[in-house]
């Protein structure tokens, strides 16, 4: 099978030659790969580790994001972000909330909001001809993003009040957002013609210990726009991988109803997470991306304690299709170098090659 005949059979519940990989990293794992491998591109770095899956997204014509000494920028939805060192790295954190300010709907529909039209789509087929026998995906964690990406411009507090109380001034935030996105992605879908495989969205919807938000909360704010965007991206023939943090097992029937294919990121130390849980459960219903441990685990493990995860997750999640391997999350700073390549040997491995320089 080729990469690509690999990723659609499994997002369709058919077993592939091999269990398909993706990748997830932080800049300065990215950085260590790159002085690993010796080369210069992220294109680069998904090739010597072997993934099925490449990224593209239109390039941004808008007006320039503004920036200031200490290092911040100012986004096009008008959130300010610095980098904030720490013991490993640095985060790029949101330090102003813009959207605080808004206490009427009139507010929110004054402010200078991003159009869809800052986006280069006619560079599209050119970015997906690069691939080949590859498959593409599109989009970002931040796509349909209702509660993360808002709480950066309005604080995560406000934010939790706005969800219970189903504030008027969040809810349009939320629309404006969806109606972005709507757009955006379908404009990218068009212009690929065809070519894209999965849309990646996302929405933090669960903590550590469990959910965010209740059934019932997902069912009244967010599911018939979750619906909408996923039948949208459905017209085009691509499928549907969700970003959701944390432990999202309670909301998992309502993520199947709305039509979505595939829930990344499969965090296994969350409650619920369990990814040979999920499979026996769900498996048949919703694709499983992700599920390899970073919060600690990839960090402290063995080369060989990694080999043997990565194994039985390919042999039993990804039975039957279903399932693509990759890190529950960006991989993170304070990983050895020799841990992040014994996760994608171990995936070579089965594939007959390897991924280490010779």
Not at 89 to 118: I, K, M
Not at 162 to 180: G, K, M, S
Not at 214 to 235: N, Q
Request: aromatic share 10%; hydrophobic share 35%.
């Amino acid at each position: 099978m080729t990469p690509r005949q690999r990723v659609l059979a499994a997002m369709a519940h058919q077993e592939p030659d091999f269990t398909p990989c993706d990748c997830f990293v932080t800049p300065e794992i990215r950085e260590a790969l790159r002085d690993y491998y010796g080369v210069s591109s992220d294109d680069e770095i998904y090739g010597c580790l072997g993934t099925d899956i490449r990224y593209v997204t239109p390039p941004y014509t808008g007006p320039p994001h503004k920036t200031f000494p200490d290092g911040s920028t100012v986004d096009e939805w008008g959130v300010r972000r610095r980098p904030m060192p720490n013991e490993y790295g640095e985060y790029a954190e949101a330090v102003d909330e813009p959207y605080a300010a808004f206490h009427t709907v009139e507010d929110v529909d004054r402010f200078p909001w991003p159009s869809p039209d800052w986006y280069d789509y006619e560079a599209m087929p050119a970015l997906c001809a690069q691939y080949g026998d590859l498959a593409i995906g599109t989009g970002g964690f931040w796509v349909q993003d209702f509660i993360n990406r808002v709480a950066m411009g309005r604080g995560v507090e406000q934010t939790l009040l706005d969800i219970a109380q189903e504030d008027p001034v969040y809810l349009r935030l939320v629309e404006i957002r969806h109606r972005f996105y709507m757009e955006y992605i379908e404009r990218i879908l068009k212009a690929a013609g065809g070519r894209i495989d999965v849309v990646s969205c996302g929405d933090d919807f669960g903590t550590q210990g469990g959910p965010l938000i209740s059934p019932r909360t997902f069912d009244r704010l967010f599911a018939p726009l979750k619906k909408e965007f996923f039948d949208m991206v459905h017209s085009y023939g691509a499928k549907v991988t969700h970003h959701c943090c944390g432990s999202s097992r309670m909301l998992i029937p309502r993520f199947i109803e709305c039509g979505m294919d595939s829930l990344q990121t499969i965090q296994p130390q969350a409650a619920g997470m369990d990814p040979y849980e999920l499979k026996a459960e769900f498996g048949d219903r919703i694709v499983l991306h992700g599920a390899v441990d970073v919060q600690g685990w990839l960090q402290r493990a063995t080369p060989e304690e990694i080999r043997q995860e990565v194994h039985r997750l390919m042999d039993e999640v990804g039975r039957g299709g279903g399932f693509v391997i990759a890190p529950c999350h960006n991989i993170q700073p304070d990983t050895p170098l020799e841990n992040v390549l014994a996760l994608y040997e171990a995936i070579a491995e089965r594939r007959g090659r390897s991924i280490l320089k010779s």
